[in-house]
Nanobody, 113 residues
């Protein structure tokens, strides 16, 4: 019943930027912890960024300084702004609401020249 939908993925050249969106169907979900994960084929799923109920944020070392997670409560949306993208950022990106263990369907990010 609770739904998360990602959007904003696509093909971008190294050094470029993308902004991913995670739209929640229930307002309460958006004000609790939301995670962004990514997974490349044949690799382990990786936690990329987290924003908590109180607005605290945390990032994987691999994206620190390049990615920014934020929220927009009026439309139940969490964003992942990705700058200075690298080839190794290529993956399917998923948003996750751990309180209710709900996952989005994913959005593909491909960084290639």
């Amino acid at each position: 019943q609770v739904q998360l939908v990602e959007s904003g993925g696509g093909l971008v050249q190294p050094g470029g930027s993308l902004r991913l969106s995670c739209q929640a169907s229930i307002l309460r979900v958006s004000i609790n912890t939301i995670n962004w994960y990514r997974q490349a084929p044949g690799k382990q799923r990786e936690l990329v960024a987290t924003i908590t109920k109180d607005g605290s944020t945390d990032y994987a070392a691999s994206v620190q300084g390049r990615f920014t997670i934020s929220r927009h409560p009026p439309i139940n949306t969490v964003y992942l702004q990705m700058n200075s993208l690298k080839t190794e950022d290529t993956a399917t990106y998923y948003c996750h609401a751990p309180r209710v263990d709900v996952w989005g369907r994913g959005t593909q990010v491909t960084v290639s020249s």
